[in-house]
């Protein structure tokens, strides 16, 4: 069961702006521990997206950003393209559970 | 270019056991602690288990411990997961990854391909 809650699906026009919020507790994304994110294609594994809260791995184009604010953090995607359509997960660790929790993911839909 | 490769997937029967592999490529693997990670057909990310990076530390997720064991072959660049009494609710995608920090703040990238587990009579 994820500690870290995510819309199921979000969906948004070509173009258009999307945020998926990531909402955790004080034992996780409110520790000081970062929040990561990650994309995924159906069949495929995971791929980095964002790593500690808000920076890009080489190679994410810079319409993707994240941000942290207490016990949340967020996922923005700007100027929406049609490739964006993926599951997308955030990542961090909690320590009441020691141990590492990933969000319930969200779907986003380009319509 | 950095590559993990996993393999030993496969059907399994309710209480067996099943040991999966994980090989790295590309980059120094006795550098970087690493994690399995697995994903139910249809359903989220799970984390499983995570080792240091000489394999002296190992964490597990309350769903495994006891019955799965994690460790490393750094002469031969290689993760395992050891899966005992295993059970239907095992079933998924394991996927192994490098921990970019090797602390418990660390981001997973990159990722192997996965490896389908079954358990089923």
């Known amino acids: 069961q994820s500690v870290l809650t995510q819309p199921p699906s979000v969906s948004g026009a070509p173009g258009q702006r999307v945020t998926i919020s990531c909402t955790g507790s004080?034992?996780?994304?409110?520790?000081?521990?970062?929040v990561h994110w990650y994309q995924q294609f159906p069949g495929t594994a995971p791929r980095l997206l964002i790593y500690a809260n808000n920076y890009r791995p080489s190679g994410v184009p810079d319409r993707f950003s994240g941000s942290k604010s207490g016990t949340s953090a967020s996922l923005a995607i700007t100027g929406l393209q049609a490739e964006d359509e993926a599951d997308y997960y955030c990542q961090s660790y909690d320590t009441s559970l020691s141990g590492y929790v990933f969000g319930t993911g969200t779907k986003v839909t380009v319509l | 270019q950095e590559q993990l490769v996993e393999s030993g997937g496969g059907v399994v029967q309710p209480g067996r056991s099943l040991r999966l592999s994980c090989a790295g490529a590309g980059f120094s693997f006795t550098n970087y602690a690493m994690h399995w990670v697995r994903q139910a057909p249809g359903k989220g990310l799970e984390w499983v288990a995570v080792?240091?990076?000489?394999?002296?530390?190992?964490y597990y997720a309350d769903s495994v411990k006891g019955r799965f064991t994690i460790s490393r072959d750094n002469s031969k660049n290689t993760l395992y997961l050891q899966m005992n009494s295993l059970r239907a609710d095992d079933t998924a995608v394991y996927y192994c990854?490098?921990?970019?920090?090797?602390?418990?703040?660390?981001?997973?990238?990159?990722w192997g391909q996965g490896t389908l587990v079954t358990v089923s009579s």
């Open positions: 990854a490098r921990d970019v920090l090797g602390d418990f703040s660390g981001w997973f990238d990159p």
């Open positions: 080792i240091s990076s000489d394999g002296s530390n190992e």
């Open positions: 004080s034992s996780n994304i409110g520790t000081a521990y970062d």
